[in-house]
T-cell receptor, first 117, second 113 residues
């Protein structure tokens, strides 16, 4: 089965440092996403990306966050100056089409645990 | 009001029991509906889509009531391996671009031997 891969699986960083989380979406997918889940809380949408630009972003995705597709395979999430409250699991996901329904599944990566100390 | 609201749980049931989860969503424009399963510190995994006509996949039955904005999941003959958090998920059609998934808080289920 195709899979979305994420690196690193776990990162500890000091408050104020920049962090880049990397993702390799499924090769023929066109839509890419980042979600996050703070420990004990629900999974929350951060941003969607299509055709080399942000498609939609949530209120969480402020100026400290950015996404990039630097080459044909990677999709990155950058947090410029991390805060304690950025500690969470960050999930990358991809899909073939923009409409999510039973015939068009969204695939999640295994996540990157970010701990800000 | 929360966009997607689920039974808080946790549910602790013996192996072989039948367990039911409920979920309500606030946005009547929600497009698609799903149940996901999430194991501890793992990614959400699609369990099944939910249709108005009701659908079944083995021991799992899902139902959608659009008029009441209510979604349910029934697990029959529960197995130890069913222990997980079950996430109710809906999609909204954005003004442009891709749909996003809106997750409920999740209901934790533990099946006891």
């Amino acid at each position: 089965e195709p899979e979305v891969t994420q690196t690193p699986s776990h990162q500890v960083t000091q408050m104020g440092q920049e962090v880049i989380l990397r993702c390799v979406p499924i090769s023929n997918h066109l839509y890419f996403y980042w979600y996050r889940q703070i420990l004990g809380q629900k999974v929350e949408f951060l941003v969607s990306f299509y055709n080399n630009e942000i498609s939609e972003k949530s209120e969480i995705f402020d100026d400290q966050f950015s996404v990039e597709r630097p080459d044909g395979s990677n999709f990155t999430l950058k947090i410029r100056s991390t805060k304690l409250e950025d500690s969470a699991m960050y999930f990358c996901a991809s899909s073939d089409g923009g409409l999510i329904f039973s015939g068009n599944t969204i695939y999640f990566g295994e996540g990157s645990w970010l701990t800000v100390v | 009001r929360k966009e997607v609201e689920q039974d808080p749980g946790p549910f602790n049931v013996p192996e072989g029991a039948t367990v039911a989860f409920n979920c309500t969503y606030s946005n009547s424009a929600s497009q698609s509906f799903f149940w996901y399963r999430q194991d501890c510190r793992k990614e959400p995994k699609l369990l099944m889509s939910v249709y108005s006509s009701g659908n079944e996949d083995g021991r799992f039955t899902a139902q959608l009531n659009r008029a009441s904005q209510y979604i349910s999941l029934l697990i029959r003959d529960s197995k130890l391996s069913d222990s997980a958090t079950y996430l109710c998920v809906v999609t909204l059609l954005p003004s442009q671009g891709a749909q996003k998934l809106v997750f409920g808080q999740g209901t934790r289920l533990t099946i006891n031997p």
